[in-house]
């Protein structure tokens, strides 16, 4: 095998289109996915993510690009020919079937030995942690365990590529953080490639190896979950992605080793270079949890990455605050008329020096945890 040839990404997803009578659903796509990633295709309902993973599985026909499976071309391979399976959101379990016999089903359909088959349902009941379950009927679990069933199915047949629409979306809360690790733990233990469907940002940031952020048929970025919250390319990203506060502005100054920018809110010192020029219009991106809050005004030495007095500062009135036990976030209106979110960790129990609604405040942050936007 040349260096070539063993460079080649397992999956390789080339200028792909999909038109729906003249309304284009995936729009020129092309992404290289590496073997034994989970790699999650985020994005709002009809973005594109769902057509992009039904063309993988062979259930919609691409209007024009290449999907390149292991060095093969599968488009136009019928979805029981290609070496995928798909696990989809509701399951799909047989009611009329036990356990052991849902997992079996594909197995039986392949014509494998009775001995196989067995040995390989008792694996993947094993693997998933439902040995003791084989004899029950779907009705009989709970949402966490059905969704287990149905992932052993999946991988019962020994995909070289898992497909997963919305995984986690039937179960609740709490249940949904709970699997999405185990999840994780089942596919990286048989060593599957996978590719998962979610609007659900938490759960694309917990499970993926790295994230394509999709807005109106396009991958907008992709990266790793950190990357693609800390770095976002774009507005759209650095919106979606989580919560953030956009002040637009302009460059003022422009250097190679930090930038100016004003805003109606105030002046922004950033301790980075960024590729621009002067004047030209931006948005300063800055998380919550990156913006500190107090009714004093900081010292210089607290905003230490900030040239002078006035930078990376303003001045409002909390408007709303919403208590989560872990951290509150305050809804700080600044004397502008806009309102920015700032969230602060409840590190002790009880806070004496709490804040409260309608009181003014001073939010601050560092010149180093800003992003700048040019698009």
């Not at 109606?264 to 931006?282: D, L, N, Q, S």
Request: charged fraction near 20%.
């Amino acid at each position: 095998m040349t260096p070539e040839r063993a460079a080649e990404p397992f999956l390789l997803i080339r200028n792909l289109v999909k038109d729906f009578d003249g309304v284009r659903a995936v729009n020129d796509v092309s992404v290289a996915i590496n073997k034994g990633e989970i790699f999650a295709l985020l994005g709002s309902s009809g973005c594109g993510k769902s057509t992009l993973l039904r063309m993988l599985a062979g259930f919609e026909t691409p209007t024009a690009g290449e999907i390149i499976l292991a060095g093969q071309d599968i488009v136009g391979v019928p979805p029981y020919q290609r070496p995928i399976n798909m696990m989809f959101q509701s399951y799909a379990l047989f009611p009329h079937l036990s356990v052991w016999d849902n997992i079996a089903f594909g197995l039986r359909r392949d014509g494998l030995p009775k001995d196989e088959i067995a040995a390989r349902v008792e694996k993947m009941l094993a693997l998933v942690q439902l040995s003791e379950y084989g004899k029950r009927k779907p009705h009989q679990l709970s949402g966490g365990q059905q969704q287990r069933v149905a992932l052993a199915r999946s991988l019962a047949k020994r995909p070289q590529l898992l497909l997963l629409d919305e995984p986690l979306g039937a179960l609740d809360k709490k249940l949904r953080e709970r699997t999405q690790m185990e999840l994780v733990s089942i596919i990286e233990e048989v060593g599957v490639t996978c590719v998962m469907v979610t609007h659900d940002q938490d759960e694309a940031m917990s499970m993926a190896t790295r994230i394509a952020v999709m807005s109106a048929g396009r991958i907008l970025q992709v990266g790793a979950p950190e990357e693609i919250y800390e770095t976002p390319n774009c507005r759209f990203v650095a919106d979606f992605i989580g919560s953030v506060n956009l002040f637009n502005g302009s460059v003022t100054v422009d250097e190679p080793d930090h930038v100016i920018i004003d805003t109606p809110e105030g002046r922004h010192y950033i301790t980075h270079g960024i590729t621009g020029t002067m004047g030209m219009p931006v948005a300063v991106a800055v998380r919550p949890e990156k913006i500190a809050v107090q009714a004093e005004a900081p010292t210089l030495e607290q905003r230490a990455n900030a040239s002078e007095h006035g930078y990376n500062c303003v001045q409002g009135t909390i408007t709303a605050l919403a208590y989560f036990g872990n951290e509150t976030l305050y809804h700080v209106q600044l004397d502008t008329g806009m309102s920015i979110k700032v969230s602060r960790t409840n590190a002790a129990r009880h806070d004496a020096d709490a804040l409260k609604r309608d009181q003014r405040v001073y939010a601050w942050w560092d010149g180093a945890d800003v992003v700048v936007l040019t698009s």
